[in-house]
T-cell receptor, first 113, second 108 residues
Framework: ETGVTQTPRHLVMGMTNKKSLKCEQHLGHNAMYWYKQSAKKPLELMFVYNFKEQTENNSVPSRFSPECPNSSHLFLHLHTLQPEDSALYLC????????????FGPGTRLTVT | GIQVEQSPPDLILQEGANSTLRCNFSDSVNNLQWFHQNPWGQLINLFYIPSGTKQNGRLSATTVATERYSLLYISSSQTTDSGVYFCAVSGGSYIPTFGRGTSLIVHP
């Protein structure tokens, strides 16, 4: 238990569906991150939020839409995804954008059919 | 951005063996972490070590920031040590960058 939870743990969706991934951290951190991990590839940073403000968007397609209503919650809204978007999506938090230690949630394994 | 290289990419050990994993990075860093990713995908924090040496049980890590590398030592390996070990760094931009990982299999 790292103090970061993610739901759902598994998700299968069609290319025309709309779904959302949720991340919640109970560590009192101020920065939250979304990563994508595809098979046989390193973790790719997607978005960074610091004090609810987006500070990084790593050239992510607009079919991925993040939302950070407060420092404890982070969402990733998904729409019209492609099969190549199938991956493990990991959420992390840290005390601040300056990094220090990141703590990861268990991930959502997404399959796009 | 900072480039991170980990070696070896794959490692197979017998239970009880020792091993050293390496992480090289291309620029000065403010943060460096080692993680273990278990077979279920969970990334587990091992060390936060931008410089110096730390030990935790059978694991220890050393970062020589001036020479831009970090080492993770695993002693008396166990089957539960199997998984992928990642090094992650960030520098002045504070953007975390992960290496490609070392995949470790420990046989009983």
């Amino acid at each position: 238990e790292t103090g970061v939870t993610q739901t759902p743990r598994h998700l299968v969706m069609g290319m025309t569906n709309k779904k959302s991934l949720k991340c919640e951290q109970h560590l009192g951190h101020n920065a939250m991150y979304w990563y994508k991990q595809s098979a046989k590839k390193p973790l790719e940073l997607m978005f960074v939020y610091n004090f609810k403000e987006q500070t990084e968007n790593n050239s992510v397609p607009s079919r991925f839409s993040p939302e950070c209503p407060n420092s404890s919650h982070l969402f990733l809204h998904l729409h019209t995804l492609q099969p190549e978007d199938s991956a493990l999506y990991l959420c992390a938090s840290s005390p601040g954008r300056g990094g220090r230690e990141q703590y990861f949630g268990p991930g959502t394994r997404l399959t796009v059919t | 951005g900072i480039q991170v290289e980990q070696s070896p990419p794959d490692l197979i050990l017998q239970e009880g063996a020792n091993s050293t994993l390496r992480c090289n990075f291309s620029d000065s860093v403010n943060n460096l972490q080692w993680f273990h990713q278990n077979p279920w995908g969970q990334l587990i924090n091992l060390f936060y070590i931008p410089s110096g040496t730390k030990q935790n049980g059978r694991l220890s890590a050393t970062t020589v920031a001036t020479e831009r590398y970090s080492l993770l030592y695993i002693s008396s390996s166990q089957t539960t040590d199997s998984g992928v070990y990642f090094c992650a760094v960030s520098g002045g931009s504070y953007i975390p960058t992960f290496g490609r990982g070392t995949s470790l299999i420990v046989h009983p």
